[in-house]
């Protein structure tokens, strides 16, 4: 499947945002999870925006859930937002 998948980034103070667009498969999630390894550093928190995300495949929402893991120690808090919040963010998450 061609993504047309969009990761747009901004860092205020101490807060990275990450506001998803597009449509969320499998590559997009590997794509999110190198961009929060990468962006993370030194924040205190990160904001993922998923408000723009047209279609979530079930399949990516599940590699994002099941490789956050390996963020661990890397990255901070994540907040979900927007109005796909209920079929991207894994059970227990910050959401907004």
Known sequence: MKSNFKILFHRNSENVHLKLAGDFDRSSAYELLDALKKYCRGASRAFIHTSYLN???????????????????????????????DQLAPEGSRIL
């Open 55 to 85: 279609q979530i495949h079930p399949f990516g929402r599940d590699v994002l859930q099941s490789h956050l893991d390996i963020l661990n120690g890397q990255c901070i808090p994540l907040v979900f937002t927007g109005d796909n919040v």
